[in-house]
């Protein structure tokens, strides 16, 4: 079973820092493109960063582009999303999900999410 | 980038009854298109994929269709499980983009 765990979410103040991990397991995460996606408080759902299986290839949405880093491990089957220069509007539940397919951007599973707030 | 409207923005309907969402893109998206369901506190669940593909495990009675700028997520007739927000996603274009969600309410 293919199960996304996330952790590293917390309270943390305006300008600064948070790294978020998702740990993969019951698939060969090497194979597969893998995503962050984020909920802000009663909002729909928005696209943060996408990773390539390798780690060679990312992208961001305009929104974090510049402040977040996502990277991965692939020895450690582990997903990272380096948030810098946190803002108030970064306040969301981020799940991270994997590619349904190991090249086609369809988000299948999600982890259950871990809460960042942004806030003095 | 690509820009997903959906309407309605919530439905009221009955166990039983039909559901049609849609799903508008700004520009052609071709197929490149899928539906999620989400409830609260969970993790979101994929539906379909690439317009009109069941993804693995869901049933029949959800069915999805159309290309180009519009599509449509079909919901034969509602279980009570199936009350939950719906979003399109694109993958035809950098950004990735989802829509706004249309909310199934018990009616």
Known sequence: EVQLLESGGGLVQPGGSLRLSCAASGFTFSNYGMSWVRQPPGKGLEWVSAISSS?????YADSVKGRFTISRDNSKNTLHLQMNSLRAEDTAVYFCAKYRIPDKIYFD????????TVSS | EIVLTQS????????GERATLS????????SSLAWYQHKP????????YDASTRA??????FSG????????LTIS???PEDFAVYYCQQRGNWPITFGPGTKVNIK
């Not at chain 1, 780690?55 to 992208?59: F, L, R």
């Not at chain 2, 799903?23 to 071709?30: D, E, K, L, M, P």
């Open chain 2, 65 to 72: 269709s159309g290309s180009g700028t519009d599509f449509t």
């Open chain 1, 55 to 59: 780690g060679a290839s990312t992208n």
């Open chain 2, 8 to 15: 309605p923005a919530t439905l009221s309907l009955s166990p």
């Open chain 2, 77 to 79: 007739s509602l279980e």
């Open chain 2, 23 to 30: 799903c508008r893109a700004s520009q052609s998206v071709r």
């Open chain 1, 109 to 116: 599973p999600w982890g259950q999410g871990t809460l960042v």
């Open chain 2, 56 to 61: 693995t495990g869901i049933p029949a009675r």
């Open chain 2, 41 to 48: 506190g969970q993790a979101p669940r994929l539906l379909i």
